[in-house]
C-alpha cells in the first residue's frame, strides 16, 4: 500500500486501518454522549411541565389559569426549550467537534422513547379532560421526569463502556 509516496508494510497498513476503526468507534461513543449536565436538567423541567401545561390547554373550563394563559406558557417554554437546544448543539460541536446525534443511540432504547413519550404526553392531557382528574397530569409529569433521569443515566454509563 502506498500513501503520499510512501509505500506502507502490509502491518503499517493494518494498524492504519484499525486506527480508523478505533476512530469511527470513539466519534460514535463521543456523539452519544449525554447532553450537557445543564441541558439535560432544562430538559427533564421542560418535559415534566409539559403534561401540566397540556392539561391547562385541553381543560373544558379554565382550570387554574385562563386557556390562553395556557396556551403562552406552552408556547413560552417550548421557545426557551428550542433555543437552549439549539445553543447545547453548539456547544457540544464547538467542545468536542462532533455534533450531538440520535442515531448513534441504541434503537432498543430510543424507539421505545419516541413511542411512549408521546403517548404519556397526549394521553394524561386526554384523561385529565375525561375524567377531570389532575392525578392524571401530574402522574405524568413524575413518570416523564423519571424517565429523562433514567435515559441520561443509561447514556451516561453507555458512554462509559465505548469511551
Do not use: C
Request: charged share 15%.
Amino acid at each position: 500500500m502506498e500513501t503520499h509516496g510512501v509505500r506502507l508494510t502490509p502491518e503499517q497498513a493494518r494498524s492504519a486501518l484499525a486506527d480508523t476503526e478505533h476512530i469511527r468507534a470513539s466519534t460514535g461513543a463521543l456523539s452519544a454522549t449525554p447532553w450537557p449536565n445543564w441541558f439535560f436538567i432544562t430538559l427533564t423541567l421542560y418535559i415534566a411541565a409539559l403534561p401540566i401545561t397540556y392539561g391547562g390547554v385541553t381543560a373544558d373550563s379554565d382550570w387554574l389559569l385562563p386557556r390562553p394563559a395556557w396556551m403562552g406558557i406552552m408556547l413560552a417554554i417550548t421557545a426557551v426549550y428550542m433555543a437552549l437546544f439549539v445553543v447545547a448543539g453548539k456547544a457540544w460541536r464547538n467542545k468536542t467537534g462532533v455534533a450531538l446525534r440520535l442515531d448513534v443511540l441504541p434503537k432498543r432504547a430510543t424507539v421505545p422513547l419516541m413511542v411512549g413519550m408521546p403517548v404519556l404526553l397526549v394521553g394524561a392531557g386526554v384523561a385529565f379532560r375525561v375524567t377531570g382528574w389532575p392525578v392524571w397530569l401530574f402522574a405524568a409529569s413524575l413518570i416523564s421526569a423519571a424517565v429523562s433521569v433514567g435515559f441520561h443515566l443509561a447514556f451516561v454509563r453507555l458512554h462509559r463502556k465505548t469511551a
